[in-house]
């Protein structure tokens, strides 16, 4: 069974960055795909972007491109967003996810780590 843990967020003016990472264990397969989401006070869930573990193959919502990046260190089993140029409204907890593959639901997932981005 895959446990995500996710780390590396916290308080950042608007306009700044972060970085969160997800560190993965007890994976068993090779087409994993892992993304992030994110869930703001009241509202839903809302996909942030996502990341194939074996081709590097990225998407991202809307709301993320040109601002956020997705990548792996497949030695570290590691998954990482970088946030770039944050904006109050990108508050919300960062939900780390996985599923084993394109098209299956997503069934992993962390705890969440907070962002907040002031103005």
């Known amino acids: 069974q895959v446990q995500l843990v996710e780390s590396g967020g916290g308080l950042v003016q608007a306009g700044g960055s972060l970085r969160l990472s997800c560190g993965a264990s007890g994976m068993t397969f090779s087409y994993y795909v892992f993304g992030w989401f994110r869930q703001a006070p009241g509202k839903e869930r809302d996909f942030v972007a996502s990341?194939?573990?074996?081709?590097?193959?990225?998407d991202y919502a809307d709301s993320a491109k040109g601002r956020f990046t997705i990548s792996r260190d497949n030695a570290k089993n590691t998954v990482f967003l970088q946030m770039n140029s944050l904006k109050p409204e990108d508050t919300a907890v960062y939900f780390c996810a996985c599923k084993i593959r394109s098209g299956y639901p997503w069934s992993y997932w962390g705890q969440g780590t907070q962002v907040t981005v002031s103005s």
């Open positions: 990341i194939s573990w074996s081709s590097g193959t990225t």
